[in-house]
């Protein structure tokens, strides 16, 4: 069973930056496509960023394309979100996830494809 835990959350001002961080524990890391997240109220589940199991391949949705950046350290067991340039659009809840069953060094953005979740953490952009 993997364990996700996300920390890096916090609010700051329009422009502003913050780094998530997810560690995994438990289960085969390196072998699961690792997605970001993320949930503002009202909304649904939108993918925000993803990266394969080898990192040769990643996934942003339109709106923080050239704004994040998504990375993973296998050795660590840790993905990481950078998130340059933030807007207030950006507020939400951010969730870090596990693709296990994936079968190729690829990114899947649907949020049904993720069969493990942190328990999220919010992230505020406001003046």
């Known amino acids: 069973q993997v364990q996700l835990v996300e920390s890096g959350g916090g609010s700051v001002h329009p422009g502003d930056a913050l780094r998530l961080s997810c560690a995994a524990h438990g289960g085969t890391f390196s072998a699961y496509a690792m997605g970001w997240f993320r949930q503002a109220p009202g909304r649904e589940r939108e993918c925000v960023a993803a990266i394969s199991r080898g990192s040769t391949v990643t996934y942003y949705r339109d709106s923080v394309k050239g704004r994040f950046t998504i990375s993973r350290d296998n050795a660590k067991n840790t993905v990481l979100l950078q998130m340059n340039n933030l807007k207030a659009e950006d507020t939400a809840v951010y969730y870090c996830?596990?693709?296990?069953?994936?079968?190729?060094?690829?990114?899947?953005?649907?949020?049904?494809?993720?069969?493990?979740w942190g328990q999220g953490t919010q992230v505020t952009v406001s003046s």
């Open positions: 996830a596990a693709d296990s069953r994936v079968w190729a060094d690829i990114t899947r953005s649907n949020p049904n494809n993720y069969d493990h």
